[in-house]
């Protein structure tokens, strides 16, 4: 695949290096069928309003029919928006996600009257019910959590009004992507070598791990430049993004957005709190690792746009993909054989979408619908990151895997607060192969460095994002505007905090607000923190104990969203509701500095 230069057309990417979303719908036909079926079905489900109560039989068709019909639309709405994100200028798979995000607002609207009338129920029918109808305990956790969110349940009317403002709702984080993805456009600088290369959203990373300073520079800029234009636009997309979970939160009645947030995950605010008061506790060891970074890098100043190169500039670490594959199977070696084989298929059988095209949706990410096979999409470039990122987003698809296969459609969809694990306890095993098998002094230094930096860019880097969304939901609830100048001021004033002293913070990293996706789901990237700090103590017990932690793990991945996820992760042998996990983690960094400070001394 041609890496410099003009991004290819879709059409030009050779078969062998798209994913295969045909094994979803062999033709854009079959999806209109069941675009259709799920159209009549979520018509029918209306039959029974008001008779939920009637009998237990009646409610258990409800609620077959309920998983039946969105079990149909994941599958309509998943397949619209893959075949999007392939090429986010193609008229015909732009419509057919407006229609899937159209009709997946009648689904929910249609269903909308079931928790209610649910909860409605005189007290003891649920549970008498439950125990008449041997085929209502399928649904057992799902009605359990059902009267968990109760008092955070409006009418029958309420919920149907919710639902139908769901698409309007969404409308931020629509026109976001669309400005990041295919109408925001950089300029082009010259490469290492001299070639013009354009700057993109899939080339950034690439470039700003370069060790030529003036490529780094000039990337930073070029890119920043772009957002500026549109720092008017993006910011008020963001808070209207903000707004709109504020909204929900005084809606259903609960405290804060923050609040409404963990409820589901069934997570305490002390979680979040903890995660931000105990990086903070520790940000000596940043601090510490950043001042040798330029100490390495023989630099006067340490600027935003050093933080990304490898410090050891003799390394030139080519990695294909096929050579890449090879690695990430090698360090997942320790998960065994049915894990290794279910991978090696998942790599030759269409789950991959490898390179960048032009507009194509930035970054990698793991999908799929129920009852098929995982996807992941990358925007693969032939470096150590990036092969990471295959063992990140895998893990993911593994998750998935698992979970489809063990549970039924109800349990087999995990929260998010888990998956971030599955997919970095793959990163930290890899890393432990390289770590162990690699002999050269600089690689191993690379490696090092590279640790640190995922350290620094999941822990640090994403606890420092949690505060943001906490700042700034916090500012919306007290009245304030969210304009571009008073976010700029804070994402200044983080990174001051987050990266010390010891480091210039670029006037441009202020915008760094403006390209960041995540912040249109709410209160999503702390999972990654808290994810890393359990994968982290799971990949030890894996490493240090081999098959009695690798069971648990394995059942911990087929156990899916049959728990809450703080439960979940005990049965895996991690206690997260402590900051225990994430203090051990620190403690883990602290001593990778130690070890390359020791390994650069020499």
């Not at 929900?248 to 957005?257: D, F, G």
């Not at 009852?371 to 470039?381: D, K, T």
């Not at 049959?562 to 991690?574: C, D, F, Q, T």
Request: net charge negative.
């Amino acid at each position: 695949m041609e890496k410099k230069g003009r991004l290819p057309t879709r059409q030009e990417v050779p078969d062998q290096y798209k994913w295969r979303l045909e094994d979803i719908y062999a033709k854009d036909d079959l999806w209109e069928q069941d675009f259709q079926q799920v159209r009549q079905l979520a018509a029918g489900i209306g039959r029974f309003q008001g008779k939920l109560g009637q009998s237990a039989a009646i409610l258990l068709e409800a609620l077959q029919l309920e998983e039946q019909l969105q079990e149909l639309d994941e599958k309509v709405y998943t397949y619209a928006h893959m075949r999007r994100d392939e090429d986010n200028s193609n008229p015909v798979y732009q419509g057919l996600t407006d229609r899937a995000d159209s009709l997946n607002t009648l689904v929910e609207t249609a269903v909308s009257f079931m928790a209610p009338e649910i909860l409605a129920l005189p007290a003891g029918v649920l549970q008498r019910f439950r125990q008449e109808e041997p085929g209502l305990a399928r649904y057992g956790f799902i009605l359990d959590e059902l009267l968990r969110l109760a008092s955070h349940t409006l009418s029958v009317a309420e919920e149907q009004v919710i639902a139908r403002a769901g698409e309007v709702l969404q409308a931020p984080a629509s026109i976001f992507r669309m400005l990041n993805n295919a109408d925001i456009t950089f300029p082009a600088i010259k490469d290492e070598e001299g070639d013009e290369v354009e700057v993109t959203n899939g080339r950034y990373q690439q470039l700003m791990m370069s060790n030529d300073r003036r490529v780094r520079q000039e990337t930073f800029t070029a890119l920043y430049s772009s957002y500026r234009k549109l720092r008017n636009t993006i910011a008020a997309t963001l808070s209207n993004s903000v707004k709109r979970d504020v909204f929900y939160a005084r809606v259903r009645k609960y405290p804060s957005a923050l609040e409404a947030a963990l409820f589901a995950d069934h997570i305490p605010p002390v979680v979040y709190d903890n995660l931000i008061e105990t990086v903070r506790g520790n940000l000596g060891s940043m601090y510490r690792y950043l001042a040798l970074r330029k100490k390495l890098l023989g630099l006067s100043e340490l600027h935003m746009y050093d933080l990304y190169n490898p410090v050891v500039k003799e390394v030139r670490w080519q990695i294909p993909y096929d050579e890449a594959v090879a690695l990430v199977r090698a360090g997942l070696a320790p998960l065994g054989d049915d894990y290794g084989a279910a991978l090696a298929n998942g790599f030759k059988s269409g789950w991959v979408d490898i390179y960048e095209n032009k507009a194509k949706t930035s970054g990698a990410y793991s999908w799929g619908p129920y009852g098929v096979h995982p996807y992941v999409l990358l925007n693969y470039q032939d470096n150590l990151n990036n092969t990471l990122t295959i063992g990140h987003e895998m893990g993911h698809a593994m998750h998935s895997y698992y979970s489809f296969r063990e549970q039924p459609y109800v349990y087999a969809h995990y929260k998010i607060f888990t998956a971030e694990v599955a997919s970095t306890v793959n990163e930290c095993l890899i890393m432990d192969h390289l770590l162990k098998t690699v002999t050269d002094r600089n690689k191993k230094i690379y490696l090092l460095n590279r640790y640190l930096e995922e350290f620094r860019g999941t822990v640090f880097r994403q606890t420092m994002f949690a505060e943001l969304e906490k700042i700034i939901h916090e500012r919306v609830e007290a009245g304030e505007a969210l304009t571009p100048a008073l976010l700029n001021d804070i994402y200044h004033r983080l990174n001051v905090d987050y990266y010390g002293p010891g480091v210039v913070v670029d006037e441009d990293v202020d915008l760094e607000w403006a390209r960041i996706p995540h912040f249109y789901s709410a209160f999503y990237v702390y999972k990654y923190a808290t994810g890393f700090s359990a994968a982290s103590a799971i990949a030890r017990q894996i490493l240090e104990t081999g098959e009695p932690a690798v069971s648990r793990y394995l059942t911990f991945l087929k156990m899916g969203g049959s728990n809450y996820p703080l439960e979940l992760l005990k049965a895996a042998g991690v206690d997260m509701s402590t900051p225990k996990p994430v203090q051990e983690g620190l403690d883990l960094f602290t001593q990778m500095v130690d070890q390359l400070e020791s390994l650069t001394a020499q």
